[in-house]
């Protein structure tokens, strides 16, 4: 558990029950954030698990955890990893909370700076360019008599061997983390979330990442 900062700043933390989420969450503490988590329900295949995940996380950061549930958002039939419009729909609700919380900051574990067109798990809603995009619809949309919350993504350009290194070190419980898009109780295995996350690990245990 990090110490908190002495000039603490509250954030609404969209906390997935993955790693990314998990340690932006932690290092928004370590710069100085009082984060509250929140949990978005969107009609997920891997709700429930992602679920008790993003409970485990808000118990071990000793942060309270808001459940938001919406119909399920189209799309999953096309590709599992990538919704049409879930972080636009994702990040909307977590501005939404964030501003009824009065928070000064929006937490999120989104890591992409740039899409790579050659890679089909490199996504345009993740990046840098998508971030600032919607920076600009935050700040029309609630107009000029609300101050828009800051976007915050703490581990934007890192590495997952980097993210697992540092929950690692914070103690996380890897067993109680939820990286998955498969819908059963226990990972697949076979899923890109699976399979980036056993090749972190497997560069922690050897190399102790990057």
């Known amino acids: 558990m990090i110490g908190r900062h002495p000039m603490i700043m509250r954030a609404v933390a969209q906390i997935s029950g993955g790693l990314d989420s998990a340690v932006a969450a932690l290092e928004a503490r370590r710069i100085g954030y009082s984060p509250c988590g929140v949990f978005i329900d969107y009609g997920q295949p891997y709700a429930e698990p992602e679920r008790r995940a993003a409970e485990?996380?808000?118990?071990?950061?000793?942060?309270?955890?808001r459940i938001i549930e919406i119909p399920r958002l189209p799309g999953f039939e096309f590709f599992p990893q990538w919704v049409p419009m879930r972080n636009a729909v994702l990040l909307s609700l977590t501005v939404a909370r964030a501003v009824d919380e009065k928070a000064v900051a929006v937490i999120v574990g989104n890591k992409t700076e740039t899409v790579?067109?050659?890679?089909?798990?490199?996504?345009?809603?993740s990046s840098d360019a998508f971030f600032n995009a919607m920076d600009a619809v935050i700040d029309l949309s609630l107009g000029p008599g609300v101050a828009a919350p800051l976007i915050l993504r703490p581990v934007r350009g890192w590495s997952k061997a980097r993210v697992v290194r540092a929950a690692a070190q914070a103690f996380f419980d890897f067993n109680k983390l939820w990286s998955c898009y498969g819908s059963s109780s226990t990972p697949c295995g076979e899923c890109r979330a699976c399979q980036e996350r056993a090749e972190a690990m497997a560069t922690l245990n050897s190399k102790g990442g990057d």
């Open 116 to 125: 790579k067109p050659c890679d089909p798990y490199s996504f345009g809603d």
């Open 56 to 65: 485990y996380v808000a118990r071990a950061l000793a942060m309270p955890l």
